[in-house]
């Protein structure tokens, strides 16, 4: 894969879009009605959308919903 920048850990969840503020693929989060970006992490639901396809193919995350 030959993205323009590595992702980071926190920022992993960029990969996808964001369920929580509609953040579309490698777009920052926002906050605050879109007016501030999340430069540093991203929404716990988008963290959990990330690993999402993970978890469905092996459904081994002991079921958390929040
Ligand atoms: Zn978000």
């Known amino acids: 894969m ?11 969840p960029l990969a996808v879009a964001c ?3 509609g953040s579309g693929p ?8 879109g007016t ?3 430069r540093s992490d991203v929404h716990q639901d ?3 959308a990330y690993r999402a ?6 459904t081994d995350d002991g079921g958390q919903e929040r």
């Open 2 to 12: 030959s993205e323009t920048e590595p992702l980071t850990y926190p920022l992993l």
């Open 19 to 21: 369920p929580r503020c």
């Open 26 to 33: 490698r777009q920052y989060c926002t906050s605050h009605g």
């Open 36 to 38: 501030r970006l999340r």
């Open 46 to 48: 988008r963290t959990r």
């Open 53 to 58: 396809p993970l978890s469905t193919a092996r």
